[in-house]
């Protein structure tokens, strides 16, 4: 038996006993519990996923797999459907991004850091946009992800912890709390921040990000911007031509693809195989500087320690403010 390689047919097949039997007959049969996270949904019906999955096998290889046998996420039972061809779904909604977040606070804000309710059009809108953000896969989104009511909830979640707000607060979470300091720390750039996720979103600019929970090699980085604006100005530095002209500026000006922080020589330390490499780094964020056209001097060639130590923690110092934190300088 292939645990999870699965066919259409087999899929189908276990649906249509589960019809027959119905779902308490079905689960019981086979020794699964009701689904408390996914559903799969074909024509307009909703069936336990990991129950249908498991059954599939007994199709497939001639064996159901158990309930302990595997999860019923997407390391397993999800993935698997959708392989299959089938549309699995979310019975609760993944926790807000900080993308997200930063809509809501921008929204809050406007509204003099008071409760906005369901049917305000602003709610509405930023619903809308909501939905369209590509930080998670569809399968992890219920029936109600990001919907009008949500949206109200998490303004109340904003205002009431907001310092000027006497009564009693609601759950808001750290994430929460961490956005809201941010915007009462910096109003401008957050508002700046925001109106450029927007501005990304509806232009379709930001829409190819992956889903949050894809590996990322950056997904420790954090940033005043969320993880959108940051994939976006991460994938500036990582322009071929933007970095090649600033090295070419450098070497014609007689200097050395040396860090400008801590001075790390990849050619001294790696010989031939260091040589020519140096990374680029945007000193300016996008929130900061919003859409604009990248000039050289906008640009630092440094090392990948001192890279990742500058986009480790929001705000992000200067290579000059970084190179500041060392206790020594090399030689």
Known sequence: MLKGVISRTSVLDA???????????????????????????????????KAIAGVAHKYEYGTALGSHDFSGGRSGAVTWL??????????RNPDWAQDELILAC??????GWKAMRPNDPRVADLSAVLQLLPLHDQASRSSSFRNANSVARKTADLATHHPHYEGKPTKGGAADLAVL????????????????????????????????????SDEEIDAPEGRLLLRKHLARERDRGLRKQKIESVLREGGR??????????????????????????????HVTGES???????????????????????????????????????
């Not at 109106?195 to 590996?215: M, Y």
């Open 181 to 216: 300091k941010a915007f009462l720390d910096s109003p401008v750039e957050m508002a700046a921040a925001a109106h450029l996720i927007r501005h990304g979103i509806k232009s379709g600019e930001l829409l190819e990000a992956p889903p949050a929970n894809a590996p990322d």
């Open 293 to 331: 056209r990248t000039k050289l001097s906008d640009l630092a060639l440094i090392c990948a320690n001192c890279h990742r130590m500058i986009h480790r923690r929001a705000p992000w110092p200067t290579p000059d403010e970084l190179r500041a934190l060392m206790p020594t300088q090399p030689s």
């Open 106 to 111: 921008a929204i809050t804000a406007d509204n």
């Open 257 to 286: 693809l040396t860090c400008e922080v801590c001075t790390f020589d990849f050619q001294w330390a790696y010989g031939d195989r260091g040589a020519g490499y140096i990374e680029c780094h945007h000193i300016v964020p996008l």
């Open 15 to 49: 649906i249509a006993e589960f019809n027959t039997l119905g779902q308490d007959a079905f689960l019981t049969t086979y020794g699964y519990g009701v689904a408390r996270e996914y559903l799969l949904v074909h024509e307009g019906r909703e069936y336990d996923s």
């Open 82 to 91: 959708e392989s299959a061809g089938f549309r699995v779904t979310s019975l």
